[in-house]
């Protein structure tokens, strides 16, 4: 199993940005599709945006497409989420997770099939 620890969040200006971390550790990081996602309060978590394993394909739930960048440096064992424009009133906060399998971060009967979640790092954006 591999472990993620998110960090980078905290509140910001709307229209101002973000950069989000993901540090993994005690697995084979460049054998996991990654992924973001996010929660607000009295919400369901949704997918934010996934990456392939070696960076080459990304994908973005259309809310954020255009102002949203994921990105992984394997050597480092990180990935990243520079956030731009941001304009949410609602806190959110943002996990990461990572899946060895391919296509978890696509919602199935029984929600997100990845195999490791960190605990998330709140972004609240104010007015």
């Known amino acids: 199993q591999v472990q993620l620890v998110e960090s980078g ?4 200006q709307a229209g101002g940005s973000l950069r989000l971390s993901c540090a993994a550790s005690g697995g084979t990081f ?20 996934a990456i392939s394993l070696r960076g080459g394909s990304t994908y973005y739930t259309d809310d954020v497409k255009g102002r949203f960048t ?20 609602y806190p959110a906060v943002y996990y990461c997770a990572a899946d060895s399998n391919g296509g978890g971060w696509v919602p199935g009967p029984y929600g997100y099939d990845m195999d490791s979640w960190g605990e998330g790092t709140l972004v609240t954006v104010s007015s």
């Open 30 to 49: 460049c054998n996991y599709v990654m992924a973001w996602f996010r929660q607000a309060p009295g919400k369901e978590r949704e997918f934010v945006a």
């Open 9 to 12: 969040g905290g509140l910001v």
């Open 70 to 89: 994921i990105s992984r440096d394997n050597a480092k064992n990180t990935m990243y989420l520079k956030m731009n424009s941001l304009k949410s009133k």
